[in-house]
């Protein structure tokens, strides 16, 4: 289905906006100096099969490794994440990528 490029435009913000979002909540509420004052961390938004559709300007590092956790998370639990689930994974053979670094996956 071809979408114009208004519309496109529009949804890219749209999912640009809801990752940069999450990234606020993530350090108002964080107590981490590394997360709060550093900022270091990286939100983006997948689609059901576990490819990125948008992501914030954070640390562009952890975006490599993420979509890995995703399809890991949705490998694992294929038809039983609700909404109010949150897998946390930091194995680095389903694409964590250093001990202290967590990917927390939750559907919306």
Sequence with gaps: MPVDPISLEVFKNMFESVAEEMGVALQRTSY???IKERRDFSCAVFDPQGN???QAAHVPVHL??????VKAA???FP?????GDIV?????YLG???LPDITMVAPV
């Design 79 to 83: 038809d039983s994440l609700n909404s």
């Design 74 to 76: 949705l490998e694992v």
């Design 96 to 98: 964590g990528t250093h």
């Design 52 to 54: 990125m559709v948008a």
């Design 32 to 34: 981490s100096p590394n």
């Design 64 to 69: 490599g490794a993420m979509p890995a956790s």
């Design 88 to 92: 946390i994974l930091n194995d680095p």
